[in-house]
């Protein structure tokens, strides 16, 4: 492997030993912040922006529909020296009304934000002082030097003006990037400074007897005044000197939040609490011991600031084949560990499989759950994406096969999934596609509308009758909710669109060999998901056996079916792993792997999912579930690094098991947690929330909860698109 000369020097001089724990506390602390920055600054900063704006907003609302009540006090009750009674009113009141809206929203927010600092400042100076008008004047000030979060319209927008024809918008965006990274870490600096000399005042204040309220019109005194002396005066010199800041700054918080709920007359507390969580999201500005000590350990610590920590050149190398969940798993847990990772996958995409059947079915875009490998890693520079397919694994030479190429390996990863299995009936395959891949899910999709499309130009009833009949081959959690969504999606999906027959008309038929549905969960369950499926007018046909599958219809325990769709859920094979390894393999081709998922005999060579037959389950099989493959790719990881370190291995894998789901169309679910079973709505409820948690990636938990929302709702199909295949001369022949 060929390296950069730079990243082959060493970056360190300490040993691994002496600088072990201390890295390691350091990089914990790094993640657990750089995390709260990605997951809750963009909450906390579009929850100030509304709290802030709504206050503004209303005040500005009731000024206009009582106006002469505002040019009396305008004039009376609270007059600007400098400016006449009647532009004050207006001026407050378009501030006040405009303003908000845009701070809320955040178009224009340093815009919107600095007129609003300063009317801050004039109600704080010009009329009595109160700490919440103090604190909406630093919280404005923080917004017009450091803008909106990323929940914002100027982010959005923020790249498209600055490379756009709209007169003066490229300069502004630099200039505002410019006021962001040079002021805005002064301002932090200047906004824990005023915090600390407001908590060194109440300290120093209760002690010798005085007060400070002469600086009232500076500083949020009254509300800061319920804080233990002591405690203020600690706290206000950590925050002065700029040391442990983010976690003063956590504790106030803390100590804050439990203040208010103890005690209901306490009132500004909330913005108080806001300008803490800025200080413990962002730190504490470069004017602070902190920012010197992370300078410092940048220095000593490179991989902080992003930067090589270690040379590449002569490190273990691990090769993982497959970038399923379990892949994924590993990769990511080996990011900061002394190895150098290759990823490789036939595609260049993770797909979440437990929702491919929503692709299917028309209810969601391939692109809501899949997402690109490379940027999941592009912060890890020990780890390299590979796109390819592999062909072999020489084990005597160490090498993985791509073709004509080469991967040499030190540890070795499989955790290339599975495939469908026709039980040596390979020749069902044309007619009977599994659910594998995005291009079976879009090639069923295809089959689905196409039928619908064929039906309605049809002149033959029993044609139409056998167009409109769907078969499912397999009742486990696939083929259940395959029938159910194409079963909703036959009912509510297409109401009213055809004109020559009615598509809820539409038969639906899963065909199971096993005595029941979903034979892996509880009894009950699977009859509360068969008496769903019924209800939703799908015929189950339990013990049955499929003896024979055309392109016009299927053989079921000796009786002809006529149906032109059929879709093959009934069981799967693992990938060749087991085969270029010339392992011991199941009758599904796992690869049989010992108590640390070693592969016998291959002790650097590990395979873990639907690759690997492990009897980690309480001596029983592991399912091939996600959970299942994250937690033996986490697994490995620990294995590889102990290794390496020279540690200690870790226990024998043991599988946890998170528990089963399945759906039933669009509020019916069953969920076996062992003890714990729901069923229903709940289940439905849960059975969402814990696939979109599984989600990779913000955009793809967004994008399919919008269109899950939208559908649910208004019973609209999601992307009823028909490509591929020859849709085009099937359903319309003759039409160019």
């Known amino acids: 492997m060929s390296h950069d000369p730079k990243v ?7 040993s691994p030993a002496d600088s072990f724990w201390i890295a390691r506390s350091v990089n914990i602390h790094v993640e657990l912040f750089r995390l709260a920055r990605i997951a809750a600054w963009p909450l906390i900063d579009l929850s100030i922006r509304i709290w802030l704006a709504q206050i503004f907003f209303v005040s500005g609302v009731l000024k206009v529909t009582n106006w002469h009540t505002a040019l009396d006090l305008a004039a009376t009750e609270y007059p600007v020296s400098w400016m006449d009674p009647v532009t004050a009113a207006y001026t407050g009141a378009a501030i006040e009304v405009i303003g908000p809206v845009f701070l809320a929203v955040g178009l224009l927010t340093r815009y919107a934000a600095i007129p609003m600092l300063i009317l801050s400042l004039v109600i704080q100076f010009s009329y009595q002082p109160f700490d919440s008008q103090i604190f909406w004047a630093c919280l404005f000030g923080w917004y017009a030097v450091q803008g909106a979060g990323p929940l914002s319209l100027d982010r959005v927008l923020r790249r498209g003006l600055e490379d756009s024809a709209i007169p003066l918008a490229p300069r502004i965006v630099r200039a505002s990037a410019w006021v962001r990274l040079r002021i805005g870490p002064v301002y932090l600096s200047a906004m824990r400074i005023w915090l600390a000399t407001s908590a060194l005042l109440i300290g120093v204040g209760t002690f010798a007897g005085g007060g400070g309220d002469t600086l009232a ?9 319920h804080y233990p002396a002591r405690l203020a005066l600690y706290a206000g010199v950590c925050m002065l000197v700029g040391i442990g800041t983010r976690y003063v700054a956590i504790g106030l918080m ?22 803490l969580a800025i200080l413990a999201v962002h730190g504490p500005g470069p004017i602070s011991a902190d920012s010197v000590l992370a300078t410092w350990l940048k220095r000593r610590f490179p991989a902080l600031e992003g930067k090589p920590a270690f040379a590449l050149d002569g490190l273990p190398r691990v090769v993982i ?7 994924l798993s590993c990769a990511a847990a080996l990011r900061r560990s002394r190895v150098s990772v290759t990823l490789v996958d ?20 391939p692109g809501d759950i899949a997402a690109p490998i490379r940027p999941l890693f592009r912060e890890s520079f020990n780890t390299r994406v590979v796109l390819g397919t592999v062909t072999d694994v020489e084990t005597a030479r160490q090498v993985v096969r791509l073709g004509t190429k080469e991967l040499p390996y030190d540890y070795l990863v499989l955790a290339t999934g599975a495939a469908h299995s026709y039980f040596g009936k390979d020749k069902w395959r044309p007619f009977a596609p599994g659910l594998k891949r995005i291009e079976d899910a879009t090639e069923i999709r295809r089959r689905l509308l196409t039928a619908f499309e064929q039906a309605e130009v049809s002149d033959d009833p029993e044609e139409r009758r056998s167009l409109l ?75 049955s056996r499929v003896d024979h599958i055309d392109a016009e219809g299927v053989s079921v325990s000796g009786r002809r079916i006529a149906a032109r769709t059929v879709l093959w859920a009934a069981g799967v094979m693992a990938s060749p792993a087991a085969k270029w390894l010339k392992a011991d393999a199941d009758n599904a081709g796992r690869a049989k792997v010992g108590a640390d998922l070693s592969v016998p005999g291959l002790p650097n060579v590990y395979a873990i999912g639907d690759t690997a037959l492990s009897n980690a389950w309480n001596g029983q099989p592991v399912p091939g579930l996600a959970p299942a493959a994250k937690q033996g790719g986490a697994y490995i990881a620990q294995v590889i690094r102990a290794r390496v370190d020279g540690r200690e291995p870790p226990q024998p894998f043991k599988y946890r098991h998170l528990g089963s789901l399945a759906t039933i169309g669009r509020k019916s679910a069953v969920a076996d947690f062992g003890l714990i079973k729901l069923w229903g709505a709940p289940a439905w409820w849960l059975w969402g929330l814990v696939h979109v948690g599984f989600l990779v990636g913000v955009r793809n ?13 208004t019973f609209s199909g999601g992307i009823r698109l028909i490509t591929g295949g020859e849709q085009a001369a099937e359903v319309a022949p003759g039409i160019e």
């Open 346 to 365: 036939r595609a260049n995409y993770h797909l979440f499989q437990p929702l491919l059947y929503q692709v299917a079915t028309a209810a969601i875009s």
């Open 701 to 713: 938990r967004v994008s399919t909860m919008t269109n899950w929302f939208w559908a649910y709702l």
């Open 8 to 14: 082959a020097e060493p970056r360190t001089r300490t």
């Open 254 to 275: 803390v100590l804050t939040a439990v203040g208010a709920m103890m005690d209901v007359r306490l009132g500004n507390e909330i913005y108080l609490l806001m300008t």
């Open 321 to 327: 084949v497959g970038a399923g969940f379990g892949g």
């Open 217 to 225: 019109h500076w500083l949020p005194l009254g509300t800061m005044a």
């Open 469 to 543: 009949t769907f078969l499912i081959v397999g009742g486990g959690p696939t083929g259940v909710e395959l029938a159910g969504a194409i079963a909703e999606l036959a009912r509510f999906g297409m109401e009213k669109e055809f004109r020559r027959f009615d598509p809820a008309s539409a038969r639906v038929i899963l065909v199971q060999s096993a005595p029941r549905v979903l034979p892996t969960f509880d009894e009950k369950l699977a009859a509360i998901a068969q008496r769903s499926l019924e209800k939703l007018r799908v015929e189950v046909l339990v013990g």
